[in-house]
């Protein structure tokens, strides 16, 4: 992903420092290591300390009936698959695994296996939907990405593994509920992140990223259910401690009004800030052809933090309770949508 922010005024020593981290998303080559097996094992000793912690996830009582340690014991189990970029071994056993917990929470549940024409060649990719039918036609739609940059030793703990753990989370409660108006379908999208990188870095392209969410965008277009759309919500990168997410200007303003009203009104307007950004992300393939879609994402302070695409991408970088709180205003907002 690339990313454009947009500040207020701020004095000139602060400027030099927010414009000093740059925007972008990227990718290298595959193969679980050492760092990946240790970043698995270190799931052991934060799992154990659960609830003792600041950044300790609230009961789901408290958030809506979304379990935001749930959540994270879902990120730590992707983790533990060590790195996944598309085509790779590693990512059949994540497809395996999203599968086997979309049907133990009844979901029903649609595959798009599709051929990717890359820049390093063609690589199969797989798109996985749970689709929750509505009574209705309307259909909300979530996204996340659930493969990791073509890096050795990067196991993208908050970059795929948060989102992805917490739209696992989202599918346990909303299969088990009664049917809505709107249909809710969640895509688990395979082949987000670029997969050419030049002396490490990604080298992010319109047509070097966003594979899977291309894919669909035009699959939905051709059978029609493109129209059938009400609003995209993607969540990227959501779970780091001390989260601040920026409306996203490529979005609708009735559709960023209504998440970030939802998220003040459950006590959260300090992490939905009020500052914009722009993003080069899974949601704009809907956006290009008139979706409204939004982008939850904080990529400026991963960046700043230096653990962005880097093999520090580590479960001891996921908060819980960071987790908790994106579940909760995701959930609300979704039933905020079934009202229009």
């Known amino acids: 992903m690339i990313c454009h922010q947009r500040i207020p005024w701020v004095g000139a020593a602060a400027l030099a420092l927010l414009l000093s981290a740059s925007c972008g998303h990227s990718a290298t080559g595959e193969g679980a290591s050492a760092d990946s097996a240790s970043s698995a094992k270190a799931a052991a000793p934060l799992l154990a300390s659960r609830?003792?912690?600041?950044?300790?996830?609230?009961?789901?009582?408290?958030?809506?009936?979304?379990d935001g340690q749930r959540a994270y014991e879902q990120v730590a189990k992707l983790v533990s698959f060590g790195p996944h970029p598309p085509a790779s071994d590693a990512i059949h056993r994540v497809q395996d695994y999203i599968r086997s917990q979309l049907k133990s929470f009844d979901c029903p549940t649609d595959e798009d296996d599709f051929n990717a024409q890359t820049p390093i060649g063609t690589l199969a990719m797989k798109n996985?939907?749970?689709k929750i039918p509505g009574n209705?036609?309307?259909?909300?739609?979530?996204?996340?990405h659930y493969d990791t940059l073509r890096l050795d030793n990067f196991v993208g703990a908050e970059d795929s593994g948060s989102s992805t753990g917490l739209m696992l989370e989202m599918a346990r409660i909303l299969c088990s509920q009664p049917k809505r108006a709107d249909a809710?379908?969640?895509?688990?999208?395979?082949?987000?992140?670029?997969?050419?990188?030049?002396?490490?870095?990604?080298q992010w392209t319109d047509t070097d990223s966003v594979y899977g969410s291309r894919e669909m965008s035009a699959r939905l277009?051709?059978?029609?259910?493109?129209?059938?759309?009400?609003?995209?919500?993607l969540a990227d990168m959501i779970g780091q401690f001390n989260l601040h997410i920026f409306r996203d200007s490529d979005s609708p303003k009735w559709l960023t009004d209504l998440i970030w009203h939802t998220a003040a009104r459950?006590?959260?307007?300090?992490?939905?800030?009020?500052?914009?950004?722009?993003?080069?992300?899974?949601?704009?393939?809907?956006?290009?052809?008139?979706v409204p879609a939004i982008d939850l994402?904080?990529?400026?302070?991963?960046?700043?933090l230096g653990y962005w695409h880097t093999p520090q991408d580590t479960l001891d970088k996921v908060s819980p309770r960071s987790l908790a709180i994106v579940g909760e205003v995701i959930l609300e907002s979704v039933a905020e949508l079934q009202k229009r």
Not at 136 to 144: A, E
Not at 275 to 287: K, Q
Not at 297 to 304: F, K, R, V
Request: overall charge negative; glycine content about 12%.
């Open 51 to 66: 609830g003792t912690s600041p950044d300790a996830a609230p009961p789901a009582s408290e958030t809506g009936g979304f």
């Open 297 to 304: 994402i904080d990529l400026t302070d991963y960046q700043q």
């Open 128 to 130: 996985i939907v749970a």
């Open 136 to 144: 209705g036609q309307g259909i909300i739609l979530l996204l996340t």
């Open 221 to 233: 277009a051709l059978s029609g259910d493109l129209k059938r759309i009400k609003a995209v919500i």
């Open 184 to 202: 809710v379908w969640i895509a688990f999208l395979d082949g987000e992140e670029a997969q050419v990188v030049t002396n490490g870095v990604a």
């Open 266 to 290: 459950l006590g959260y307007g300090n992490i939905f800030e009020s500052r914009t950004a722009s993003t080069e992300d899974d949601h704009l393939p809907f956006v290009h052809r008139g």
